[in-house]
């Protein structure tokens, strides 16, 4: 089992910034890749960004591209997600996610998840 936990959330306006933090513990050594997903109300939970854990290898969804940053320090066991430019449409429950497997933006291929941290981009 893999144990994650999300914090970094809050309420920002439009074209601020925000920084998450994902602590992983626990057999974190079966992991092979990291994600971040986001879910608003009334919509499906959706990939924004995934790391491969071996060689830093990225993929992002083109809502976010050039926006959204992730990135993991190995010796502390954390992920990364830095948002600038946030927009209205980023408000979301942003979801922390580990992987055993593939590595991309399918949910399903994510193992474990963490509880979320709310974002809340105001205009």
């Known amino acids: 089992q893999v144990q994650l936990v999300e914090s970094g959330g809050g309420s920002v306006q439009a074209g601020g910034s925000l920084r998450l933090s994902c602590v992983a513990s626990?057999?974190?050594?079966?992991?092979?890749?990291m994600g971040w997903f986001r879910q608003a109300p009334g919509k499906e939970r959706e990939g924004v960004a995934a790391?491969?854990?071996?060689?830093?290898?990225?993929a992002y969804d083109h809502s976010v591209r050039g926006r959204f940053t992730i990135s993991q320090d190995n010796a502390l066991n954390t992920l990364y997600l830095q948002m600038t430019s946030l927009r209205p449409e980023d408000t979301a429950m942003y979801y922390c996610?580990?992987?055993?497997?593939?590595?991309?933006?399918?949910?399903?291929?994510?193992?474990?998840w963490g509880q979320g941290t709310q974002v809340t981009v105001s205009s």
């Open positions: 996610a580990a992987a055993d497997g593939p590595c991309g933006l399918d949910r399903t291929d994510f193992d474990y």
């Open positions: 626990g057999n974190i050594d079966s992991r092979r890749c």
């Open positions: 790391i491969l854990i071996s060689n830093g290898g990225t």
